[in-house]
C-alpha cells in the first residue's frame, strides 16, 4: 500500500504523513523535507530554490525521480510530495485541502529552517501565493500539470482548516483500512 499526500503549504501534509505511516506501521518519505534539505545544502531558502527551478529543470527532477524508484523498489510507505499522485499513480492519492489565511497562521507558529523567517501572517500568506504560482509555473512547464489542486486528481480531498490534526489523520487511517481489508 502506497498513499500519496498533496496539498496546499500549511495544510498539514508533512505532520499527517508521519503520523498516517506510523499508525499503520508504514515507511514515511517527505519530498518537502528533500527539497528543504537540498535547498540548505545549496544556502539558499526553499522560495529561492523554486525560483531557480522555473528556469532549471534539476531542482524538481531529482526529487521526482527519487519518487519514481521508490514506487518501484517499495510498496509499503506514505509520501508527503506536491506531484505524488502523478508520479506515483498507482496508490491511495490523498489532498489536503486549507483556507489560505489559516494555513498562514499554522506556518508563522512553525516556521521552517528552510524557509526565510517572515516577521507575520500577512508576509507568509503573501509569500505562499508567490510559492504556489511558482510551484503551478514549473508544474506546467515540466509536466503539463496545470492544476494540482484539481480534486480529480486524487481519490480523496480532506479539508484541514477547521479540523485537528488527529482527526485528518483518522480520516486517512479509515481510508486506508478500508481499502486493505
Known sequence: MIITISGLPGSGKTTVGRLVAKKLGLKFYSIGD?????A?????????LNE???????????????????ARKEDNF???????????PDSIKIFLKVNLRTAAERIFKDQRPDEEKKANVEEI???????IESDGKRYRKYYGI??????????????????EINQVVEKIVNIAEKIRS
Open 78 to 88: 506514505v509520501i508527503e510530495s506536491r506531484l505524488g499522485f502523478h508520479f506515483i
Open 52 to 70: 531557480i527551478g522555473v528556469k532549471e529543470e534539476w531542482t524538481d527532477r531529482e526529487v521526482d525521480e527519487y519518487q519514481k524508484t521508490l
Open 125 to 131: 500568506l503573501e509569500s505562499m501565493k508567490k510559492r
Open 34 to 38: 528533500l527539497r528543504g534539505r537540498m
Open 146 to 163: 496545470d492544476n494540482f489542486m484539481d480534486g480529480s486528481h486524487y481519490d480523496h480531498v480532506i479539508d484541514t482548516t477547521h479540523l
Open 40 to 48: 540548505m545544502e545549496r544556502g539558499l531558502t526553499i522560495d529561492q
